[in-house]
């Protein structure tokens, strides 16, 4: 592997705080383009494992046809019960990928879209909160 490669592959793999309210945050890896949570496959789960798959599936289905590489990620978030699954593509490809799904949304039930900023952080020293 040469150091060009290793660098985009550290780069799908980096993490910025998502602050949900004054007590909870989670982390979203930077080139996300969408994610689900997953509670597992009880029968009272309210994000079933295999309802976040397939929809996951439809969107690895869309990147495959017009030939967007992607990776799959497994984040834990605050609740014990529950991983958000998401996938990351290229800086490049972002935006393509974003219009390619956007339909999506409304045809699933746990896909949401990540379409924050692709920068890290906008702002110079501290984070803001």
Not at 5 to 19: A, G, L, S, T
Not at 32 to 44: F, K, L, R
Not at 80 to 96: G, L, M, N, P, Q
Request: glycine share 4%.
């Amino acid at each position: 592997m040469n150091k060009n490669q290793k660098k985009v592959n550290q780069k799908f793999f980096e993490m910025r705080i998502i602050e949900l309210n004054a007590w909870n945050h989670r982390l979203e890896p930077i080139y996300a383009i969408c994610g689900v949570n997953d509670t597992g496959s009880s029968e009272d789960s309210p994000c079933p494992s295999e309802v976040a798959n397939i929809e996951l599936d439809k969107v690895k289905d869309i990147l495959r046809e017009n030939g967007i590489k992607f990776k799959s990620i497994s984040v834990p978030t605050n609740n014990a019960f529950c991983i958000a699954k998401y996938i990351v593509v290229s800086e490049e490809d972002r935006y393509k990928a974003l219009d390619l799904i956007d339909h999506l949304i409304f045809e699933t039930r746990l896909l949401y879209m990540c379409r924050r900023s692709h920068y890290k952080n906008q702002y110079e020293g501290d984070l803001p909160f």
